[in-house]
C-alpha cells in the first residue's frame, strides 16, 4: 500500500440533506414540455393530436433542417395550464410515437420565437 493512504469516501446523504418540499415545487408552474427522441416522419398534426388529449396546447416549435424540411428530432409544446403539461409529462416519458422511445420533460423556459431569417 502506497504511504498517502486510501481517499476518503463521500458520506451518503441522510433524508435531512434533501430538501423534498422546494425540489418538485417548480415543476407545478412549468407549462412547457420538451420531446426528445423523435422520428423524423413526426409533424406538428401528429403532436398536436396526441398530446392535446392532456390540454389545450397553445404553441409548437418543431425545428426542422432548412435542406430536407424534416424535424430534427425534438419538439417543445406550451400548454395553456401546468397541470395539463405535468399530466402529458409524466404520462408520455418513455412512450413510443413511431417506434422511438421519446424522453418527455418539463422546462420552465419559454417556447423560442420564430426568427426571420
Known amino acids: 500500500m502506497s504511504p498517502r493512504g ?3 469516501s463521500p458520506k451518503p446523504l441522510q433524508d435531512a440533506d434533501v430538501d423534498m418540499e422546494n425540489g418538485g415545487s417548480d415543476d407545478k408552474k412549468c ?3 420538451v420531446i426528445n427522441g423523435l422520428s423524423r416522419n413526426v409533424v406538428q398534426a ?3 393530436s ?3 388529449f392532456y390540454g389545450d396546447i397553445v404553441k409548437i416549435d418543431l425545428p426542422l433542417f432548412l435542406k430536407s424540411g424534416q424535424n430534427r428530432g425534438k419538439a417543445a409544446l406550451e400548454f395553456a ?3 395539463a403539461a405535468q399530466k402529458a ?3 408520455m416519458n418513455g412512450g413510443q410515437l413511431d417506434g422511438l422511445v421519446m424522453k418527455v420533460e418539463l422546462s420552465d423556459l419559454p417556447i423560442r420565437a420564430r426568427s426571420r431569417s
Do not use: G, P, T, Y
Open 6 to 8: 486510501r481517499s476518503i
Open 31 to 33: 407549462k412547457v414540455v
Open 46 to 48: 401528429h403532436l398536436q
Open 50 to 52: 396526441i398530446f392535446a
Open 81 to 83: 395550464d401546468a397541470a
Open 89 to 91: 409529462a409524466s404520462h
